[in-house]
């Protein structure tokens, strides 16, 4: 192989050993902040996962939105929450976006805004998040944030049943009792149709 041929290969290698390098601790300490958090080590899981937040990493800013929404190693702050979970949500975490549309819909840490609870229980809704559909499924069933439509509500409930959300299934049988036939049939009809939307 001559010379000039060897050099973008040799580069190459270097440009992703050199990625690894600095991906590979990063990783670790996410697992060292996450399992931190899981064993109730709050202070460790802050230190580890703030500069890693502040760097743009969304699982860090999720667990960053969890500690500060319940008081977990600092004061109680759903401002800071709400924060932390809008930028982890914006980069598709899934359980930061249902978390963030709580916080909008209870005005929590900010105003309360059903358009936004509507938008962020939808991105995770869509990607079979149980709780979201469900949260989704009483905004719609309520009229809050969208028009009032039990064949939504309906097919979100059910929709939160089939990925083993219980309370799902009651609030999917409860509804149901309010319903036409010819509503449920359009609901069952959607949620039978229904295919997830990727990140």
């Known amino acids: 192989m001559?010379?000039?041929?060897?050099?973008?290969?040799?580069f190459a290698f270097i440009l992703v050993l050199s990625i690894i390098c600095l991906v590979a601790p990063s990783?670790?300490?996410?697992?060292?902040?996450?399992?931190?958090?899981?064993?109730?080590?709050?202070?460790t899981a802050m230190r580890e996962l703030a500069p890693l937040a502040k760097q743009g990493n969304a699982v860090a800013q999720y667990h960053l939105g969890l500690l500060?929404?319940?008081?977990?190693?600092?004061?109680?702050?759903?401002?800071q929450a709400r924060q932390w979970y809008e930028k982890a949500a914006t980069q598709g975490h899934v359980d930061a976006q249902v978390n963030l549309g709580i916080l909008?819909?209870?005005g929590r840490g900010g105003p309360q805004d059903f358009k936004m609870a509507v938008r962020w229980y939808r991105r995770s809704a869509e990607q079979r998040n149980d709780l979201a559909q469900r949260r989704l499924g009483l905004l719609y069933e309520r009229g809050d944030g969208v028009p009032k439509?039990?064949?939504?509500a309906y097919m979100w409930y059910k929709l939160g049943a089939a990925n083993g959300g219980k309370s799902g299934?009651?609030?999917?049988?409860?509804?149901?009792?309010?319903?036409?036939?010819?509503?449920?049939?359009?609901?069952?009809?959607?949620?039978?149709?229904?295919?997830?939307?990727?990140?």
């Open 2 to 10: 001559s010379e000039n041929r060897r050099k973008p290969i040799v």
């Open 27 to 43: 990783m670790a300490d996410i697992k060292t902040g996450e399992n931190a958090y899981h064993r109730g080590e709050y202070a």
């Open 68 to 79: 500060y929404s319940n008081g977990q190693g600092v004061p109680k702050d759903d401002a």
């Open 104 to 106: 909008y819909d209870y």
């Open 149 to 152: 439509d039990f064949v939504q």
């Open 169 to 199: 299934a009651i609030m999917r049988d409860e509804l149901a009792a309010r319903m036409t036939s010819d509503q449920l049939a359009e609901a069952k009809s959607l949620a039978r149709d229904w295919k997830p939307k990727p990140k």
